[in-house]
């Protein structure tokens, strides 16, 4: 699987954010236990924010969540649209 797509991010002051990231996912899988295979393309759009909680002098850590607002149970590929995200932030 590979996605590519751009992605934004807006912080609120120095503990909280606001975060969209588009991405065109291009799958290419073999199942295994069913013997089959299957090459998908599937576009997601994720929004959502979470909090940054400093570590030093640069250095902040995002946890947050996003949200699949493409979803679609009946034709997506994955099992949800709800994604926990943790993360390293360096600013320079």
Request: aromatic content about 20%.
């Amino acid at each position: 699987m590979l996605g590519i797509g751009p992605f934004a991010n807006y912080y609120f002051g120095r503990s909280f954010y606001a975060s969209g990231l588009f991405q065109h996912y291009f799958v290419n899988m073999k199942d295994k236990t069913f013997n089959g295979t299957a090459n998908v393309n599937e576009n997601a759009l994720y929004l959502g924010g979470g909090y940054m909680q400093r570590l030093g002098e640069r250095t902040y850590m995002q946890i947050g969540a996003m949200y699949n607002v493409l979803y679609n149970s009946n034709t997506s590929i994955f099992g949800g649209g709800f994604v926990p995200n943790v993360g390293i932030v360096y600013g320079l």
